[in-house]
């Protein structure tokens, strides 16, 4: 059987492929009567599909084997440090994936809102690109995931995160203080497998690093100078600096022109997301005086193709940082808050 190369950074191993397409139910209930009962407000329906209140419903539905196997005090800790925080571009935060070999942990209705729950969390835009790239790295949605549940939904702070290859993801009702996304989170894709051309065909993120090559050719010598840097540092170190110095050219240092291009980058790195979680990383920018605290770094290490079109760059600022590394493949790395002092819990 012919394999493709397995990816030293992921550890990914071969898995089959999706057999049967699982239907999203937003709400996850049967409807009884439906002609005897009053109608929901557009306003109630759209707060009962809410990522936030599913959790709650999934959180409800779970019997006392499976809380024991998946739901975590807030603080807990084991050999990764505080669970909750942590993140990486490949890792399992438990180990009963949504279909189990050999027997399913979740009922079909709770894999359903799991379903609903994930892709509530994104841009309705970008869930067939989502499919794409789970398919990809992980053949298909709900093959190679795995949930936690901290805390209890419905009585103050929870969390709940879905992890994967190429995936970290988090809803947390904003229950936790100062950051955005409940967390740092992570998203990659490897479309054509681990070594991808210099264009990256098919990778469904490409398109922000080509954003942000725009910007440098914008840039003229001295800037393009400041911008460039000989060496990139390791990707997973994206805890925040607060105000020492950042490698890159300060986007201070831009022209009006540059800025909106910039800001045109930062909503495509928003883009995929739901809007609340893109209104929540801005309001934590913003507090430390938005883009114009931040620098822009493009590396010329891990220069795919030798082309000159930089694979690995990072727009960083006191609280914030965004990871791009194109090299082999795409892993991104996203880091926010509103305090600098939040610390990090990754590991590469």
Known sequence: MNREPICSDCNIQDVETLSRRRFVQAVGSVAVGATLLPKMSVAAEQEKAKPESLVKKLYDSLNEKQREEICFAWDHKDDRGLLRTHVSNNWNITDKKMFNVGGEFFTKDQRDLIEALFFGLYNPEWHARLRKQ??????????????????????????????????????????????????????????????????????????????????????????????????????????????????????????????????????????????ADQQEATKCLEKFGGLDKCSLALYQSDDVGNDGVWDVWRLEGPAFVWHFRGSPHVHVWVNIADDPNVPLNARG
């Open 134 to 275: 789970l398919q990809d790295d992980a053949g298909g949605y709900g093959k190679e995931q795995t949930i936690a549940i901290f805390g209890e939904p419905g009585t103050g702070k929870f969390e709940w995160v879905m992890t994967g290859r190429h995936l970290t993801i988090r809803c947390d009702g904003d229950s936790t203080e100062h950051t955005a996304f409940g967390g740092p989170i992570f998203y990659g894709h490897a479309a054509q497998g681990f070594n991808e051309a210099a264009d990256h065909p098919g990778n469904i993120y490409w398109h922000q690093a080509l954003k942000a090559n725009a910007l440098y050719k914008m840039f003229d010598g001295k800037q393009r100078k400041l911008a460039l840097v000989e060496k990139a540092p390791a990707e997973a170190a994206v805890g925040f600096r607060g105000t020492e110095p950042k490698s890159g050219i300060p986007v201070s240092e831009l022209s009006a022109d540059q800025k909106t291009h910039l800001q045109g980058i930062l909503s495509s790195l928003l883009e995929p997301y739901r809007t």
